[in-house]
T-cell receptor, first 110, second 113 residues
Framework: EDQVTQSPEALRLQEGESSSLNCSYTVSGLRGLFWYRQDPGKGPEFLFTLYSAGEEKEKERLKATLTKKESFLHITAPKPEDSATYLCAVQANAGNQFYFGTGTSLTVIP | NAGVMQNPRHLVRRRGQEARLRCSPMKGHSHVYWYRQLPEEGLKFMVYLQKENIIDESGMPKERFSAEFPKEGPSILRIQQVVRGDSAAYFC???????????FGPGTRLLVL
């Protein structure tokens, strides 16, 4: 069964304290892995798409990496405005739907 | 370029009433997906549609729920005879043909009293 597990559930960082969020997945043929950011009361905002092991994508303080079993979202020198829930989703070759994890709630303290 | 539009943003219904949720995809996008998000749970896929076609409804409850994406106008998710367990945030996403990336709307928060 296709599934996604994200850890930790919640993370508190001091401003400037770098860390990583983990997304472990089981899928019968990966078509793509997606990272989103969701602020309270809003819809998920697209961040990255990764397609194959070894691929990396960067955007400002965020960097996403992918292996055959997991993806990491690295946050370098975070700022309070990076506080949000970060969602990971996978799409299998056989279907169209996304399977989402339950997210990591990140709080960056000034 | 406007993003995915959903309305209403908030909807209150009493048990037994009908709820209609609307979604207008991004310009140039012909694929629409509906997801449901319950408190403390992840987003769950419900249905995938293209214009005038339901492609995958494997996540839709068998009863009371239906979806459409007509040739003209927005996609509509319809919930008949709502129950308290239907209270959730419903998100619509759209994608361009040939692209896997889905862009999400702001959601409709349904509260059933």
């Amino acid at each position: 069964e296709d599934q996604v597990t994200q850890s930790p559930e919640a993370l508190r960082l001091q401003e400037g304290e770098s860390s990583s969020l983990n997304c472990s997945y089981t899928v019968s043929g990966l078509r793509g892995l997606f990272w989103y950011r969701q602020d309270p009361g809003k819809g998920p905002e697209f961040l990255f798409t990764l397609y194959s092991a070894g691929e990396e994508k960067e955007k400002e303080r965020l960097k996403a990496t992918l292996t055959k079993k997991e993806s990491f979202l690295h946050i370098t020198a975070p700022k309070p405005e990076d506080s949000a829930t970060y969602l990971c989703a996978v799409q299998a070759n056989a279907g169209n739907q996304f399977y989402f994890g339950t997210g990591t709630s990140l709080t960056v303290i000034p | 370029n406007a993003g995915v539009m959903q309305n209403p943003r908030h909807l209150v219904r009493r048990r037994g009433q009908e709820a209609r949720l609307r979604c207008s995809p991004m310009k140039g996008h012909s694929h629409v997906y509906w997801y449901r998000q319950l408190p403390e749970e992840g987003l769950k896929f419900m249905v995938y549609l293209q214009k005038e076609n339901i492609i995958d409804e494997s996540g839709m409850p068998k009863e009371r729920f239906s979806a459409e994406f007509p040739k003209e106008g927005p996609s509509i998710l319809r919930i008949q005879q709502v129950v308290r367990g239907d209270s959730a945030a419903y998100f619509c996403a759209s994608s361009r043909s040939g692209s896997e990336t889905q862009y999400f709307g702001p959601g409709t928060r349904l509260l059933v009293l």
